[in-house]
């Protein structure tokens, strides 16, 4: 079993690095290119096929080890939800399907996944209570795959950020896996660490190819479904706690930016530059810096979530409080909050 599993990471990651380049020469023969706009932080047109390219292989890497393991309901809940997700960026990339028929494919996608066993029955809480969920399981596992998928999306704004995220995140919904004895799902992380990882190599900046939505969403799917069995416990349920704070960066950042957005009278959907990658780069910092500065705030929040694997439950929660100010001020500090100061302006100017 660990042969096969090397040999699927392996060939995962060669096909990447492979296929990226590949990718990079069909956008450009067919001038399939991410060009400079009003909330894009690149200069000059980028070709934009990547994320064609890490499906590709996370695909051949799982079906590899598929085809020993046998277990044809994770490959086929992945992969066919993943393509669907895939589908949606693609279409999204070249002719702007609108926020709703997004919405609607996600929808379909997430709950092909749920079909196929990605789902959450019980949350354990923080106080140590395993919640059934009973009829709303469905719709909250719906809800976590959709908010997770887009949350990616909306990442994705700087070179090597999204799939730099991925490896990160990944790495601890491997560990979790791990943990909870679930070596399928942790296998499945590390082909899309090898996946990804092989398409970074061209994505950090300078970036030679993006991943285009496509990729992103792909990624954010990916990632939601594979959490979801990584941090479930035969015993106890999912663990809500984990599975939030190990992803707190991009769910903060969409959080922040529905409400942004609706306080100034805009569509919770529609695009800005005040997310918490531009925050970062106003402040100054280069695109690496903020990039590797939102790789290490990952890193800091998979330790926090993994404290409640080794640590008393009273003692996590008083540490994962402590982060969570931190956190919070944090974000003050970058001005994401910024939009509550203006509201309050403008209605005592009214």
């Known amino acids: 079993m660990v042969v096969i599993t090397l ?10 690095l492979i296929c990226t380049p590949v990718a990079k020469l069909l956008a450009v023969r067919f001038k399939i290119y991410a060009s400079p706009n009003h909330r894009t932080v690149h200069n000059g047109s980028t070709p934009k096929l990547g994320g064609l390219s890490m499906y590709f292989a996370f695909t051949v890497g799982l079906l590899l080890y598929t085809i020993f393991t046998k277990n044809i309901q994770l490959m086929a809940g992945l992969l066919l ?76 704004g700087l070179d090597g950020l999204a799939s730099g995220f991925a490896i990160v995140a990944a790495w601890f919904v491997l560990i979790g896996a791990v ?13 899309l660490i090898a996946a990804s990882g092989g398409f970074l190599r061209y994505n950090f900046a300078p970036a030679k190819i993006f991943m285009g939505d496509m990729g992103s969403l792909f990624l ?52 800005d530059k005040k997310h918490i990658h531009h925050r970062l780069l106003s402040m100054g910092f280069s695109q690496i810096a903020a990039v590797l500065i939102i790789y290490t705030a990952t890193l800091f929040c998979g330790l926090v979530s993994l404290i409640f694997f080794v640590a ?39």
């Open 7 to 16: 040999v699927s990471v392996f060939v995962a990651l060669i096909v990447s």
């Open 81 to 156: 939800g993943g393509g669907l997700v895939l589908l949606i960026g693609f279409l999204d990339d070249f002719f702007t399907i609108g926020c709703y028929r997004k919405l609607v494919g996600q929808t379909v996608a997430a709950v092909i996944a749920v079909l196929f066993g990605f789902l959450i029955d019980t949350i354990y809480l923080p106080n140590g209570v395993s919640l059934q969920l009973g009829y709303w399981s469905v719709p909250i596992s719906v809800f976590w795959i959709i908010s997770l998928t887009n949350a990616m999306n909306l990442l994705d």
């Open 179 to 191: 943990l909870y004895n679930h070596y399928e799902i942790a296998v499945t992380a590390l082909i």
């Open 220 to 271: 954010g799917f990916a990632l939601a479904c594979i959490s979801l069995k990584a941090f479930t416990s035969p015993q106890t349920g999912s663990h809500a706690t984990v599975l939030i704070v190990l992803f707190l960066v991009p769910l903060a950042d969409t959080f922040i930016a529905i409400l942004r957005r609706i306080s100034a009278g805009q569509h919770p959907f529609s695009p």
């Open 312 to 350: 008393d439950l009273k003692v996590a929660i008083v540490l994962l409080m402590f982060f969570l100010l931190l956190f919070l001020f944090g974000l003050v500090q970058l001005g994401c909050f910024d939009f509550f100061s203006r509201r309050k302006y403008s209605k005592e100017l009214s």
